[in-house]
C-alpha cells in the first residue's frame, strides 16, 4: 500500500511557525518554574549567623530621623540595640529619646535637646542570613537558566526567515509552474504569454 503524505496548500510554512511559538512558550514557562524553584531552594539553604558590633558610629540622629547601621544591608537581618550613647559628651542615651525599626535608630520627639543632633554610639547584636556553597550555586544556576530568555528574540528572527524563504520558493515555484518563465525566444505552446 502507498503511504501518502499530507499536504497543506498554502500555508507558506506556518505550521514551522505556530511550532516555534509553542517551542518558546513552552522554554519560557519552563524557565520560569526552575526560576521560581532556585529562588524557593535558595531560600531554605542559607546559613543563620549571629554577630555583635562594638562602638559603631552613627551620623547625626537628629528628632525621628534614622540611622541606619552598617549591617542593616544584609539578608533578613534582625538588630538588637545593647548600648547607645552620645559620642559628644560620652553619655549613655536614655531609652526614651530614641526608638527602634528593626536595624534603624531613630531619634524620638521626645529627645533631649542636649543630645539632638549629634553624633551617637552603639553596640548591637544581629542575626542574619549568611551566602554559603549551596546558596552561591543556586544563585548562579538560577540567574543562568533565566537568561535563556535572551535567546528568544534570535529565535523568532530566524523564524520568520524560515517562513520567508519558504514563502519565495513556493512563489517561484508556483510562477514556473504556470508557464510565465519562457524560455529561449519560442512563442508558442505553454510558455507564451499572451496569444491565442
Known sequence: MKQQVKQDKGTAGLTILL?????????????????????????????????????????????????????????????????VWNKTNWYSVSAGNYTTDNCRLLGSDTQDIGINNTLWNVDYTYTYDAMNTETTAMNDTTSAISGVTDWFDIFVVIGAMVVLILLTVIIITAIKGSGMMGG??????????GTA
Open 19 to 83: 511550532s516555534l511559538v509553542v517551542m518558546l512558550f513552552i522554554i519560557g514557562l519552563l524557565v520560569m518554574i526552575f526560576s521560581l524553584m532556585g529562588s524557593e531552594l535558595q531560600d531554605a539553604t542559607y546559613t543563620s549567623t549571629t554577630g555583635s558590633v562594638g562602638n559603631e558610629s552613627l551620623t547625626t540622629v537628629m528628632n525621628t530621623t534614622g540611622v541606619d547601621v552598617a549591617k542593616s544591608t544584609y539578608k533578613n537581618v534582625v538588630c538588637t540595640f545593647t548600648a
Open 184 to 193: 529561449g525566444g519560442t512563442t508558442s505552446g505553454a510558455n507564451s504569454v
